[in-house]
């Protein structure tokens, strides 16, 4: 049956990601690094483009939200949530812009910005990435297999081991559900 099948290949990359040792060194290390953002006051913003972009905005909100319990909001966001400013910036300058110049605005030394893309190549992520790394904004790249050309502009490579982008997205749900739920535990220990 197909449906199986389709449920199998999504087990099967969430089982090669559990094998990794160094996919999951780096994801505690990014969660060190939220912690540690948030500690000083920083934020840490979101950006991706289509389903990456659903997925941006719903781990920004996990965090500034809540995840597993109350308790007090973490500045997150995610870039893309204001339509006035995306399409003004879009139609003044071009869409490769909307996420750097925003960055450049409001980014400050010790944020983060967590870029999804599942090829690793849209062109607004990969400005994004620059205009953070030129600001001092730590960078972590959710990407598919190859890292695309966001993997030299990332301080933390989350590669999912896979070039289908349906399970790709799936992995970087699951991952940034993992960051969410070991962030928020480490902030408001229960």
């Given at each position: 049956m197909r449906?199986?099948?389709?449920?199998?290949?999504?087990?099967?990359?969430?089982e090669?990601?559990?094998?990794d040792?160094?996919?999951?060194?780096t994801i505690?290390?990014v969660v060190?690094?939220c912690?540690?953002?948030?500690q000083?006051g920083?934020?840490?913003?979101?950006?991706?483009n289509g389903g990456?972009?659903?997925?941006?905005?719903h781990?920004?909100?996990?965090?500034s939200?809540r995840?597993?319990?109350?308790?007090?909001?973490?500045?997150?966001e995610?870039?893309?949530?204001n339509?006035?400013?995306?399409?003004?910036v879009a139609?003044d300058y071009?869409?490769d812009e909307?996420?750097?110049r925003?960055?450049?605005?409001?980014?400050?030394t010790?944020?983060?910005?967590?870029?999804?893309?599942?090829?690793?190549n849209s062109?607004?992520?990969?400005?994004?990435?620059?205009?953070?790394?030129?600001?001092?904004?730590?960078?972590?790249?959710?990407?598919g297999?190859?890292?695309?050309l966001m993997k030299p502009?990332c301080?933390?490579l989350?590669?999912?081991?896979?070039?289908?982008?349906p399970?790709?997205?799936?992995?970087?749900?699951?991952i940034?559900h993992?960051?969410?739920?070991?962030?928020?535990?480490a902030?408001?220990?229960?």
């Amino acid at each position: 049956m197909r449906i199986s099948q389709i449920i199998q290949e999504s087990i099967q990359v969430k089982e090669q990601i559990l094998q990794d040792a160094r996919l999951l060194s780096t994801i505690e290390e990014v969660v060190t690094l939220c912690v540690h953002s948030f500690q000083r006051g920083n934020k840490v913003l979101f950006c991706g483009n289509g389903g990456s972009a659903a997925d941006a905005q719903h781990l920004a909100a996990e965090l500034s939200g809540r995840f597993y319990y109350d308790r007090p909001p973490l500045p997150a966001e995610a870039l893309h949530v204001n339509t006035s400013y995306l399409t003004a910036v879009a139609n003044d300058y071009s869409f490769d812009e909307v996420f750097a110049r925003i960055l450049k605005g409001t980014g400050r030394t010790g944020d983060v910005l967590i870029a999804l893309s599942t090829s690793g190549n849209s062109r607004n992520v990969i400005q994004a990435l620059q205009a953070a790394r030129e600001n001092g904004i730590a960078t972590v790249g959710l990407t598919g297999e190859s890292g695309g050309l966001m993997k030299p502009l990332c301080d933390y490579l989350i590669n999912v081991p896979s070039g289908d982008t349906p399970r790709i997205q799936e992995a970087h749900i699951l991952i940034g559900h993992i960051v969410c739920q070991l962030v928020e535990s480490a902030l408001f220990p229960r």
